[in-house]
């Protein structure tokens, strides 16, 4: 059974970079066949998709966060990180990571979920 | 690109049906079988529910089905029970390497 834990500060000041890790246990990230995802949800609204990286380290952005993300996969210690520059209130979320299945677009395990606010 | 519609809100008594309706465009729910549906219940990750439209992974109940038509996918809950209140989100691919979500559907068991 995959499991995936977020991990990370939970307040970050505004134009900071926010910094999250993602430890996937009972299985292998470079395994293949599988992104690796991050989706955040803005308190009380719905998902939004941030990008997603392949273990070879190929990496696909939502085009509104392109300028500010970046998304890199360590094989060695299974997990997966985010850092998101220039954060602001607008940035405040739940922060999660899950597997998103490489032929058909389906997030099939996600962690619990992380809260990130942005205030000084 | 903008995020699929779905209605804000849907309810039904215990042992009703309910469909929820998602509509995107012919960029991406029209173009691919790539929909993915997911309930979420407060302070819960997501679970997905329905992947390429019609397919149930093992253990979600067979109340739940997805179909498509054109550019609306929708998820139908058969059976409604208690348990099955919470948030459902539909997503899609785009094309370009992009994934979209809808605005998410608060489904009410009465």
């Known amino acids: 059974q995959v499991q995936l834990q977020e991990s990370g500060p939970g307040l970050v000041k505004p134009s900071q970079t926010l910094s999250l890790t993602c430890t996937v246990s009972g299985g292998s990230i470079s395994s293949g066949g599988y992104y690796w995802s991050w989706v955040r949800q803005h308190p009380g609204k719905g998902l939004e998709w941030i990008g997603y990286i392949y273990f070879s380290g190929s990496a696909y952005y939502n085009p509104s966060l392109n300028s500010r993300l970046t998304i890199s996969v360590d094989t060695a210690k299974n997990q997966l990180s985010l850092k998101l520059s220039s954060v602001t209130a607008a940035d405040t979320a739940v922060y999660y990571c899950?597997?998103?299945?490489?032929?058909?677009?389906?997030?099939?395990?996600w962690g619990q979920g992380t809260l990130v606010t942005v205030s000084s | 690109q903008s995020a699929l519609t779905q209605p804000p809100s849907a309810s039904g008594s215990p042992g009703q049906s309910v469909t929820i309706s998602c509509t995107g465009t012919s960029s991406d729910v029209g173009r691919y079988n790539y929909v993915s549906w997911y309930q979420q219940h407060p302070g819960k990750a997501p679970r997905l529910m329905i992947s390429?439209?019609?397919k149930r992974p093992s253990g979600v109940p067979d109340r739940f089905s997805g179909s498509k038509s054109g550019n609306t996918a929708s998820l139908t809950v058969s059976g409604l029970q208690a348990e099955d209140e919470a948030d459902y989100y539909c997503s899609s691919f785009a094309g370009s390497n992009n994934v979209i979500f809808g605005g998410g559907t608060k489904l009410t068991v009465l």
């Open positions: 390429e439209v019609i």
């Open positions: 899950a597997r998103l299945e490489w032929e058909f677009y389906y997030f099939d395990y």
